[in-house]
């Protein structure tokens, strides 16, 4: 709203040494020939006062970053293209905007709706990151930079592995595009397929960076293993404390679990953790995706069509796709009347939506479960839709909406009902003839992530105002930005 007046409002120097604000349009629409309606067209200090003191207002409801993000926008907004400066967090910003969508970006910054780096001034970003394999050294300078003073940071670790194009390329003397896991690692002469990301995260996001990624075609989980004991010591010699590990569901990831725990089977019962050496009395966290787990859940569901392959019954109800198609065909047939979000890209799923978080989230949301209660015969599938889509909002609480103290009604609700319902679904099972539950891993990681979630909540609290978790991971920006990649996807990446 300030670049509003900034915009249309000039600064006129009056007979007595007052300055008066001019509206610029007004002239401009006038003419220059009348020089009788510019005079009529000044506009006092009060009503400026009174202006400024509206759009002040709305500023002061602002996040601190959007505040310096207007704040740049306004001294960028008149100054020529050589002569803007941005800030650093802008500069991660637009980066991270360009790698979605690079044709996206360039409408906004042609098209003047935001000023913007140039697409020049990205690549020169991008390319100041060192791409060797291992541990970042620039990732670990800006960890000490960070917490110097002796001040300890609380965070996690993220795992991804991504699909990338397949290539070599001479780089000062060097051919890269081997299969690479660091200097102490003597790896096979193959060409990488994939690259494998280790990302650092602390709770309150004082620092959120990739630490570590390595070349890859295939990662056993005995490399993972050695991989994270060395990236565990590295964070935990420079303040930051490891909570958590997360990764998604894919097999490897799962026996990695079990050799960093110890443990034969992920029954998921009372949690998982796996053990510190740099802190014996605070043990890692070991969690699945929750974005990954709700894509399963809903991939089961997908499954109960006619023609799929599992047929899930819980408490004399049955869990149909079929009732979310037959919410999608009435909505269809009364537009007028839509409620959901439901679309034809969420009814027919193919591999590639399939991995789309969007398209699932809005599949088990709240709307979409209200109106299948009102479906007759849908009772199940419309509890099973509730079920998860409490549970997704309550592990990605939102910033203005924390958890402040155990006593939570959402930390009560995952240990009072949803643990409890998981459970009884299973025993369930073991006295029913043909009914069936979701997946055994989507099972096991709904349970052990949960568990675990309601630990490293109570843990963080010690020592933390409130808690407000986000275990997302931005695989694009950092594919872009390390690495040209395919379009065809890793079969566990995330979206």
């Not at 310096?68 to 306004?74: D, E, H, L, R």
Request: with cysteine; aromatic share 10%; proline share 5%.
């Amino acid at each position: 709203m300030l670049m509003f007046l900034t915009q249309y409002f000039t600064v006129k120097e009056s007979s007595d040494d007052n300055f008066m604000p001019i509206c610029c349009k007004c002239i401009e629409h006038a003419g220059s020939g009348n020089k009788d309606l510019k005079e009529t067209i000044a506009v006092n200090d009060k009503i400026l006062n009174i202006m400024e003191g509206i759009y002040s207002g709305e500023m002061d409801s602002l996040t601190p970053w959007k505040k310096m993000f207007v704040k740049y926008q306004m001294l960028n907004g008149n100054k020529n293209l050589h002569g803007r400066r941005y800030h650093p967090d802008v500069v991660r910003w637009a980066i991270e905007l360009y790698s979605k969508s690079p044709s996206a970006y360039e409408q906004l910054r042609k098209s003047e709706v935001l000023v913007l780096p140039a697409k020049s001034t990205i690549k020169q970003y991008r390319n100041q990151a060192d791409t060797n394999a291992g541990i970042n050294q620039e990732a670990l300078s800006e960890i000490e930079r960070v917490t110097a003073g002796g001040k300890s940071l609380p965070g996690y670790l993220t795992i991804d592995e991504m699909k990338i194009r397949e290539n070599l390329i001479l780089r000062e003397g060097k051919l890269v595009g081997f299969v690479d896991f660091g200097p102490n690692n003597n790896c096979l002469p193959e060409i990488a397929t994939h690259i494998l990301v280790f990302y650092l995260r602390t709770v309150r996001r004082e620092i959120s960076l990739p630490i570590a990624w390595y070349p890859t075609k295939s990662t056993s989980a005995e490399n993972l293993a050695l991989l994270y004991w060395n990236i565990l010591f590295a964070c935990e010699t420079r303040n930051v404390n490891i909570h958590a590990l997360v990764s998604d569901g894919h097999p490897t990831n799962r026996r990695l679990y079990k050799l960093l725990s110890g443990v034969d089977n992920l029954t998921g019962e009372n949690g998982l953790t796996a053990p510190n050496p740099c802190a014996p009395k605070r043990p890692v966290f070991l969690c699945s995706d929750p974005s990954h787990l709700l894509k399963t859940a809903r991939n089961a569901l997908y499954s109960l069509k006619p023609t799929g392959s599992l047929y899930l019954h819980k408490g004399g109800r049955d869990i149909l796709w079929t009732h979310v198609q037959q919410l999608f065909d009435q909505e269809r047939a009364m537009a007028i009347l839509k409620r959901t979000p439901l679309s034809e890209e969420h009814i027919n799923l193919n591999a590639f939506s399939k991995m789309k978080v969007n398209l699932a989230k809005d599949t088990l949301s709240w709307k979409v479960g209200k109106c299948l209660s009102t479906i007759k015969g849908a009772e199940g599938t419309s509890d099973y839709v509730l079920l998860f889509s409490k549970w997704f909002d309550i592990v990605n609480c939102h910033w203005s909406h924390p958890i402040r103290t155990m006593e939570d009604d959402r930390i009560i609700w995952l240990k009072e009902h949803f643990i409890k319902t998981l459970i009884e679904w299973k025993r369930e099972i073991k006295t029913t003839e043909k009914k069936t539950i979701i997946p055994q891993p989507t099972f096991e990681g709904l349970l052990f992530t949960t568990f675990n979630f309601i630990n490293l909540c109570e843990r963080l609290l010690y020592s933390l105002e409130y808690v407000c978790l986000s275990w997302k991971f931005y695989p694009r920006y950092f594919r872009s930005v390390l690495w040209k990649p395919e379009t065809t996807r890793s079969a566990f990446s995330k979206s």
